[in-house]
């Protein structure tokens, strides 16, 4: 069983920029591909960024050049920096372990609330 826990979530005006991270624990963390979702009210959960097994990585056309994910792996640690935040950009974000890709998620965190301000 892995565990995720996001944090770093919180309130931004425009154009600012913030850094999301998510502890991992659990014997089986390092099998996953780990990547980083996001839910607006309304609208459907949708995958942002992803990091393979190898350190690859992939973004959403809508995230592409304003966030970056990385990791950590001696601290168990998944991040994404996120610049250049946009009012669209407000939601609910959440960390998962995924099998391979988006459509694999095998585990997710609780979530973490981004807002947005203009």
């Known amino acids: 069983q892995v565990q995720l826990v996001e944090s770093g979530g919180g309130s931004v005006q425009a154009g600012g920029s913030l850094r999301l991270s998510c502890v991992a624990s659990?014997?089986?963390?390092?099998?996953?591909?780990m990547g980083w979702f996001r839910q607006a009210p309304g609208k459907e959960r949708e995958g942002l960024a992803d990091i393979d097994k190898d350190g690859s990585t992939s973004y959403a056309d809508s995230v592409k050049g304003r966030f970056t994910i990385s990791q950590d792996n001696a601290k168990n640690t998944l991040y994404l920096q996120m610049t250049s935040l946009k009012p669209e950009d407000t939601a609910m974000y959440y960390c998962?372990?995924?099998?391979?890709?988006?459509?694999?998620?095998?585990?997710w965190g609780q979530g973490t609330q981004v807002t947005v301000s203009s």
């Open positions: 998962a372990a995924m099998y391979d890709g988006w459509s694999s998620v095998a585990h």
């Open positions: 659990g014997r089986t963390y390092s099998r996953y591909c």
